[in-house]
């Protein structure tokens, strides 16, 4: 789904949830039906603030939530610099003691 389709379905989502007719979400948010009907079909994107008004206009609230993404570096994917670290970190052989030397501690009778 394309970010135009989740912006479409957000506000049919909400209006339905609302349990409010396209006229009647038109009226309280400022707007046409017709236009509303053009988003919900993701014919039309609506600007930031049109969105927020329509979305506020159903009785609900937007929260976002910042998710990290992995973008390039020096023009080398991350993902791509990610596996070329983790091949070169093959190459080396972990060395690890045969032995795990554990404290002794002394034996009371």
Same mark, same amino acid.
């Given at each position: 789904m394309d970010h135009?389709?989740?912006i479409a379905r957000t506000l049919r989502d909400a209006r339905q949830s609302a349990a409010l007719s396209l006229r009647k979400l038109a009226r309280l948010a400022?707007?046409?039906h017709a236009t509303l009907l053009a988003y919900e079909r993701a014919r039309?994107? !609506?600007s930031t603030a049109t969105f927020l008004r329509i979305v506020e206009a159903c009785g609900?609230?937007?929260d976002l939530d *910042?998710? !990290?993404r992995i973008r390039e570096r020096d023009g080398i994917p991350r993902g791509e610099e990610l596996e070329a670290v983790l091949? *070169?970190?093959e190459q080396f052989p972990q060395r690890m003691s045969?032995?795990?030397d554990l404290p002794?501690?002394?034996l009371r009778g």
């Amino acid at each position: 789904m394309d970010h135009q389709e989740k912006i479409a379905r957000t506000l049919r989502d909400a209006r339905q949830s609302a349990a409010l007719s396209l006229r009647k979400l038109a009226r309280l948010a400022g707007t046409s039906h017709a236009t509303l009907l053009a988003y919900e079909r993701a014919r039309k994107v !609506p600007s930031t603030a049109t969105f927020l008004r329509i979305v506020e206009a159903c009785g609900f609230a937007v929260d976002l939530d *910042l998710q !990290p993404r992995i973008r390039e570096r020096d023009g080398i994917p991350r993902g791509e610099e990610l596996e070329a670290v983790l091949q *070169l970190a093959e190459q080396f052989p972990q060395r690890m003691s045969r032995h795990m030397d554990l404290p002794r501690f002394g034996l009371r009778g």
